[in-house]
């Protein structure tokens, strides 16, 4: 769930207010957004994406709040990585080169697993694969 | 609805965020009508395959290839699809999607071509809603659609919500509208689901429409317990019990014999996954190609490959679930007239028969069920024009307009009572006569609760709606899942464990204060009619 916004960071465009899907920020006077309703967050961590200054931080569990030391954060290196990472933060192409091999891995994956039974299970009917379980 | 705040008008109203929706208006957009969007949350973020990463159904218009894709799908779809559909979704997509090239950064495909099936979600919805501005489209973000307005003569006039972000009510008048509002997953914190609670099946049901397949409402997502990911990391893990004990668990590719023994094993103490397995370039890569699914594992702790966390199965209800409302013809119009529905909230049967179809295929459906929606949309609009000045009666009930005295609701237990019946392993893996009858019986008692003493205004009709949509669709999914007295394809009955022949038809349901089901008997003909010629 959403954890903690960096005011010294937040530049009050109010980007997560409206990126949020679930609403759960709102816009107040002083210019740093809110976390109003942490009850609707969904964890899906839309809002550090959407946020042009890295001022936002998405706690891993989307069932319990948990308490987060801002200090300790911005070492841990977490801040603004995940908009790194999508190379959201610069306008350099290739950040997709990667991305046709999702199909694959997914199904190498899933052919990791179908062998692995096969082997365990020499002596049973084959694998039944009529409702083959697509991913 | 009190008070009516903010109007508008429009050729053409889509309600919904998402591709089905943001497709829909580019097409409409396309044929000249003048659209206007509405989206519960922000179109880019909103719904499922924004924080997901979907491949379309992708196959070349080479000779034969095409009529064996469809014919591999159509043994697959336990005679419930529509070959002409399928065809149609692959050549629609194939063409559509190079479209986007100026809005969407499309990459190598690692053979020296370009890789237009895969596309990632965030950047994908964030091309659609640049492309859907691009068009003409009036976007109109945090939105919710609460209920639509009907003539007198039964076509749809438009729809009435609440603007979230400026707290004022909106009524917004149409020639046609489009629901492209997702399916529902009962709020199973599923990634990026907490917005598909149904809404357009309960609006449109309150209007005159008729739903489909809702009995294939079974699937789920295996993600970290804790927290709801994309599944690319998990197809290849091992699974263990609390004490070490490895768990034997049949592969993703076995289907449902994979999701019952892990349910199974759930039901009796934690599960915990150990991906040493999984492919070692995946591992390497992972971040460059999902960085979402990584992210919350390093912010916990874990090493995500090495250590091993608790899983469990997320529901997916109608996502990956098949059901949604009835089409009754090619533009996607639904049982109203000037009342059409793509992606989700229509029903995938078309496509996908009584599976899943998986996401290729889905998406492949949102993308054309979206375009062919908009241009019936258009259409509608030219034909029969706005209509704006006539009379409109809102016609939304559960939520909105009790029938009785209006007193407090424990909405939180009542949603926890819907996803015990809607999306708890054992009710919907192993379903029987005797836990559907009791489902049913419990249903209807919280729906009667809804709608006779639910009142919301302002904001709180947002939530009071979205209640209102979960618990009427898990009635309509138990009520179907009753009906169907066999095991069909996702739809898996305890007491009825073999496939019915005399079943080989779709399942319309329906019906608010009565639920009620019939076969749709006559799509049940054209397979056999050409199987026999």
Same mark, same amino acid.
């Given at each position: 769930?959403?954890?903690?916004?960096?005011?010294?960071?937040?530049?009050?465009?109010?980007?997560?207010?409206?990126?949020?899907?679930?609403?759960?920020?709102?816009?107040?006077?002083?210019?740093?957004?809110?976390?109003?309703?942490?009850?609707?967050?969904?964890?899906?961590?839309?809002?550090?994406?959407?946020?042009?200054?890295?001022?936002?931080?998405?706690?891993?569990?989307?069932?319990?709040?948990?308490?987060?030391?801002?200090?300790?954060?911005?070492?841990?290196?977490?801040?603004?990585?995940?908009?790194?990472?999508?190379?959201?933060?610069?306008?350099?192409?290739?950040?997709?080169?990667?991305?046709?091999?999702?199909?694959?891995?997914?199904?190498?994956?899933?052919?990791?697993?179908?062998?692995?039974?096969?082997?365990?299970?020499?002596?049973?009917?084959?694998?039944?694969?009529?409702?083959?379980?697509?991913? | 609805?009190?008070?009516?705040?903010?109007?508008?008008?429009?050729?053409?109203?889509?309600?919904?965020?998402?591709?089905?929706?943001?497709?829909?208006?580019?097409?409409?957009?396309? /044929?000249?009508?003048?659209?206007?969007?509405?989206?519960?949350?922000?179109?880019?973020?909103?719904?499922?395959?924004?924080? &997901?990463?979907?491949?379309?159904?992708?196959?070349?218009?080479?000779?034969?290839?095409?009529?064996?894709?469809?014919?591999?799908?159509?043994?697959?779809?336990?005679?419930?699809?529509?070959?002409?559909?399928?065809?149609?979704?692959?050549?629609?997509?194939?063409?559509?999607?190079?479209?986007?090239?100026?809005?969407?950064?499309?990459?190598?495909?690692?053979?020296?071509?370009?890789?237009?099936?895969?596309?990632?979600?965030?950047?994908?919805?964030?091309?659609?809603?640049?492309?859907?501005?691009?068009?003409?489209?009036?976007?109109?973000?945090?939105?919710?659609?609460?209920?639509?307005?009907?003539?007198?003569?039964?076509?749809?006039?438009?729809?009435?919500?609440?603007?979230?972000?400026?707290?004022?009510?909106?009524?917004?008048?149409?020639?046609?509208?489009?629901?492209?509002?997702?399916?529902?997953?009962?709020?199973?914190?599923?990634?990026?689901?907490?917005?598909?609670?149904?809404?357009?099946?309960?609006?449109?049901?309150?209007?005159?429409?008729?739903?489909?397949?809702?009995?294939?409402?079974?699937?789920?997502?295996?993600?970290?317990?804790?927290?709801?990911?994309?599944?690319?990391?998990?197809?290849?893990?091992?699974?263990?019990?609390?004490?070490?004990?490895?768990?034997?668990?049949?592969?993703?590719?076995? &289907?449902?014999?994979?999701?019952?023994?892990?349910?199974?094993?759930?039901?009796?103490?934690?599960?915990?996954?150990?991906?040493?397995?999984?492919?070692?370039?995946?591992?390497?890569?992972?971040?460059?190609?999902?960085?979402?699914?990584?992210?919350?594992?390093?912010?916990?702790?874990?090493?995500?490959?090495?250590?091993?966390?608790?899983?469990?199965?997320?529901? /997916?209800?109608?996502?990956?679930?098949?059901? &949604?409302?009835?089409?009754?013809?090619?533009?996607?119009?639904?049982?109203?007239?000037?009342?059409?529905?793509?992606?989700?909230?229509?029903?995938?049967?078309?496509?996908?028969?009584?599976?899943?179809?998986?996401?290729?295929?889905?998406?492949?459906?949102?993308?054309?069920?979206?375009?062919?929606?908009?241009?019936?949309?258009?259409?509608?609009?030219?034909?029969?024009?706005?209509?704006?000045?006539?009379?409109?009666?809102?016609?939304?009930?559960?939520?909105?307009?009790?029938?009785?005295?209006?007193?407090?609701?424990?909405?939180?237990?009542?949603?926890?009572?819907?996803?015990?019946?809607?999306?708890?392993?054992?009710?919907?893996?192993?379903?029987?006569?005797?836990?559907?009858?009791?489902?049913?019986?419990?249903?209807?008692?919280?729906?009667? /609760?809804?709608?006779?003493?639910?009142?919301?205004?302002?904001?709180?009709?947002?939530?009071?709606?979205?209640?209102?949509?979960?618990?009427?669709?898990?009635?309509?999914?138990?009520?179907?899942?009753?009906?169907?007295?066999?095991?069909?394809?996702?739809?898996?009955?305890?007491?009825?464990?073999?496939?019915?022949?005399?079943?080989?038809?779709?399942?319309?349901?329906?019906?608010?204060?009565?639920?009620?089901?019939?076969?749709?008997?006559?799509?049940?003909?054209?397979?056999?009619? /050409?199987?026999?010629?």
């Amino acid at each position: 769930m959403i954890a903690h916004v960096f005011a010294d960071r937040c530049t009050g465009c109010n980007d997560c207010v409206s990126a949020c899907p679930t609403h759960v920020f709102d816009p107040t006077p002083g210019g740093v957004p809110v976390i109003a309703r942490l009850d609707q967050c969904q964890t899906c961590f839309m809002c550090e994406l959407y946020c042009p200054a890295d001022a936002l931080y998405v706690a891993p569990d989307q069932r319990t709040p948990e308490p987060v030391d801002p200090e300790a954060l911005l070492t841990s290196g977490q801040v603004g990585k995940l908009r790194h990472d999508y190379g959201w933060d610069r306008d350099a192409p290739g950040q997709l080169a990667e991305f046709w091999r999702l199909g694959p891995l997914l199904h190498e994956g899933a052919e990791i697993a179908a062998r692995r039974h096969a082997a365990r299970h020499r002596d049973d009917a084959p694998l039944d694969r009529s409702s083959e379980h697509e991913i | 609805m009190a008070g009516s705040g903010v109007t508008a008008e429009a050729d053409v109203l889509i309600i919904g965020g998402g591709m089905a929706a943001t497709w829909a208006a580019i097409s409409a957009a396309r /044929e000249g009508a003048e659209v206007l969007l509405v989206d519960k949350g922000f179109v880019g973020t909103s719904g499922v395959t924004a924080t &997901g990463g979907p491949n379309h159904w992708w196959v070349a218009p080479e000779p034969g290839l095409r009529d064996a894709a469809v014919e591999a799908r159509y043994a697959r779809s336990y005679g419930l699809a529509d070959r002409e559909w399928m065809a149609r979704i692959i050549d629609t997509t194939w063409r559509t999607l190079p479209e986007l090239a100026g809005y969407y950064p499309f990459d190598t495909d690692g053979r020296g071509g370009i890789y237009y099936s895969g596309l990632r979600g965030p950047e994908y919805l964030r091309a659609l809603r640049r492309y859907a501005l691009a068009t003409g489209v009036d976007i109109r973000d945090h939105h919710p659609a609460l209920e639509l307005l009907l003539h007198p003569d039964g076509s749809v006039a438009g729809a009435a919500g609440y603007a979230r972000l400026t707290r004022t009510n909106w009524s917004i008048r149409a020639a046609s509208v489009v629901l492209a509002t997702g399916g529902c997953a009962f709020r199973s914190g599923l990634i990026g689901s907490d917005t598909n609670t149904g809404d357009g099946y309960l609006m449109a049901t309150e209007a005159g429409a008729v739903l489909s397949g809702m009995e294939f409402s079974t699937a789920y997502s295996l993600s970290p317990a804790w927290n709801s990911t994309r599944t690319l990391p998990y197809p290849s893990a091992r699974f263990f019990d609390a004490d070490g004990n490895e768990i034997d668990v049949p592969p993703p590719l076995s &289907g449902a014999a994979h999701n019952r023994a892990l349910a199974s094993a759930m039901l009796a103490g934690p599960v915990l996954a150990d991906l040493g397995d999984a492919p070692a370039l995946l591992k390497q890569i992972l971040p460059r190609i999902q960085p979402a699914s990584p992210t919350p594992f390093k912010r916990k702790g874990i090493d995500l490959f090495a250590d091993r966390f608790e899983v469990k199965l997320y529901g /997916e209800g109608t996502i990956r679930g098949t059901g &949604g409302l009835r089409i009754i013809d090619e533009d996607c119009q639904t049982d109203v007239p000037g009342l059409f529905a793509a992606g989700d909230a229509a029903t995938r049967e078309l496509i996908a028969g009584a599976t899943s179809g998986g996401g290729a295929q889905n998406s492949a459906w949102a993308l054309t069920s979206g375009l062919a929606a908009g241009v019936g949309a258009a259409a509608t609009a030219r034909h029969r024009g706005r209509r704006a000045d006539g009379p409109a009666r809102p016609v939304g009930g559960a939520g909105l307009r009790p029938t009785s005295l209006v007193r407090p609701i424990d909405e939180r237990a009542l949603v926890k009572e819907v996803q015990d019946q809607a999306i708890a392993y054992d009710k919907v893996l192993w379903r029987s006569d005797a836990a559907l009858t009791a489902s049913q019986t419990l249903l209807d008692q919280l729906w009667r /609760e809804i709608a006779a003493h639910r009142q919301a205004d302002g904001l709180d009709q947002v939530g009071a709606r979205e209640v209102a949509a979960m618990t009427a669709t898990a009635r309509w999914c138990t009520a179907a899942a009753l009906a169907r007295t066999e095991s069909r394809g996702m739809h898996l009955r305890d007491d009825f464990p073999d496939l019915d022949p005399a079943q080989e038809h779709r399942l319309l349901v329906g019906g608010l204060d009565r639920v009620w089901t019939r076969p749709d008997i006559a799509v049940d003909t054209r397979p056999r009619m /050409e199987a026999v010629a």
